[in-house]
């Protein structure tokens, strides 16, 4: 399949087990609404979608769309969870912010 600009699009082909799993995450009150999303481009792509008409249809940027297929692609549902970052946990600003 071929994507924008001539480079080639990850294939995804999914086997039942996934594709349960990750209906099951995409469905509404399945999961994070992140890892919905991530699920629901997956399962696009596993239907043929090319990148653009994913970020077409989800209101999304290609960029988005081509990292969690390629990611999908090379590290399968694991994959689709948010990585540690670096530095210093985040704080909730917003807890207690207007209290007198």
Do not use: T
Request: hydrophobic share 40%; proline share 4%; glycine share 12%.
């Amino acid at each position: 399949m071929w994507d924008v600009a001539g480079k080639s699009a990850e294939p995804i082909i999914l086997s039942d087990r996934e594709r349960a799993v990750l209906d099951r995450i995409a469905r509404p009150g399945g999961g994070r609404q992140a890892m919905a999303l991530r699920a629901g481009i997956v399962l696009l792509a596993a239907e043929g979608l090319s990148n653009r008409s994913i970020s077409d249809r989800l209101l999304l940027e290609e960029h988005c769309v081509g990292r969690w297929r390629r990611r999908f692609a090379r590290e399968g549902i694991w994959g689709l969870f948010d990585r540690p970052r670096s530095g210093a946990p985040r704080k909730n600003h917003g807890e207690g912010r207007y209290r007198r």
